[in-house]
């Protein structure tokens, strides 16, 4: 009696030695227990992860401030008639964050498109945007740059945080859709922004 359960565990325990020995270089990450439930990022007021205003935009303090859980990708590009620096945050071949600012500054923005990461408000890339708002006004905007299709809205009682939706729209470029058509927008990406929201 006293061995039945070792025996009925020495299947699994076998099972499990041949899957392992059948893995391909696998993440010291995915080891972390923190890493099995999800990503254990997330998007505050404060910032992400560990990064923050005050942290330098550099590729150590970068990976440092997101636990070493992606490979990074610099570069370069023009916003606003400013050059600005980045690093993507790479998983294989997606882009799952940008973190960008001046060249040789702090984190400014952080550009979340992973979507096991969520807002301290629960909000995840796909929520709906009538889960949210029950309308634009006061607190969305158009999108700018590469998201001049899409509508950036701060999150409710939020200065550092918005919420890019995007959806199907036929309208002029330069008008917002209308609420009836934003009820069935989803969230494509969280931005947390270093500066605060003008009052």
């Given at each position: 009696?006293?061995?039945?359960?070792?025996?009925?565990?020495?299947?699994?325990?076998?099972?499990?030695?041949?899957?392992?020995?059948?893995?391909?270089?696998?993440?010291?990450?995915?080891?972390?227990?923190?890493?099995?439930?999800?990503?254990?990022?997330?998007?505050?007021?404060?910032g992400v992860g560990k990064l923050n205003a005050a942290?330098?935009?550099?590729?150590?303090?970068?990976?440092?401030?997101?636990?070493?859980?992606?490979?990074?990708?610099?570069?370069?590009?023009?916003?606003?008639?400013?050059?600005?620096?980045?690093?993507?945050?790479?998983?294989?071949?997606?882009?799952?964050?940008?973190?960008?600012?001046?060249?040789?500054?702090?984190?400014?923005?952080?550009?979340?498109?992973?979507?096991?990461?969520a807002s301290e408000w629960g909000v995840k890339i796909?929520?709906?945007?009538?889960?949210?708002?029950?309308?634009?006004?006061?607190?969305?905007?158009?999108?700018?740059?590469?998201?001049?299709?899409?509508?950036?809205?701060?999150?409710?009682?939020?200065?550092?945080?918005?919420?890019?939706?995007?959806?199907?729209?036929?309208?002029?470029?330069?008008?917002?859709?209308?609420?009836?058509?934003?009820?069935?927008?989803?969230?494509?990406?969280?931005?947390?922004?270093?500066?605060?929201r003008l009052p």
């Amino acid at each position: 009696m006293t061995f039945r359960p070792l025996l009925l565990a020495l299947p699994l325990m076998l099972t499990g030695c041949s899957t392992m020995a059948n893995m391909h270089a696998p993440s010291w990450s995915s080891f972390n227990p923190l890493n099995w439930f999800g990503s254990s990022l997330e998007v505050t007021e404060q910032g992400v992860g560990k990064l923050n205003a005050a942290t330098p935009l550099t590729e150590s303090a970068v990976n440092d401030g997101l636990d070493g859980d992606y490979s990074l990708r610099n570069g370069m590009s023009m916003s606003d008639g400013k050059m600005h620096a980045f690093y993507e945050a790479m998983d294989g071949k997606t882009v799952k964050l940008v973190v960008s600012g001046e060249p040789k500054g702090k984190v400014q923005t952080i550009e979340v498109r992973d979507a096991e990461i969520a807002s301290e408000w629960g909000v995840k890339i796909g929520t709906p945007f009538s889960s949210l708002y029950s309308k634009a006004f006061d607190a969305c905007q158009k999108g700018k740059g590469d998201d001049a299709r899409n509508v950036e809205c701060y999150a409710p009682n939020s200065q550092h945080v918005t919420y890019i939706f995007s959806g199907v729209w036929d309208g002029p470029d330069e008008l917002m859709p209308a609420d009836e058509n934003l009820k069935t927008w989803k969230v494509s990406k969280i931005v947390w922004h270093a500066t605060p929201r003008l009052p």
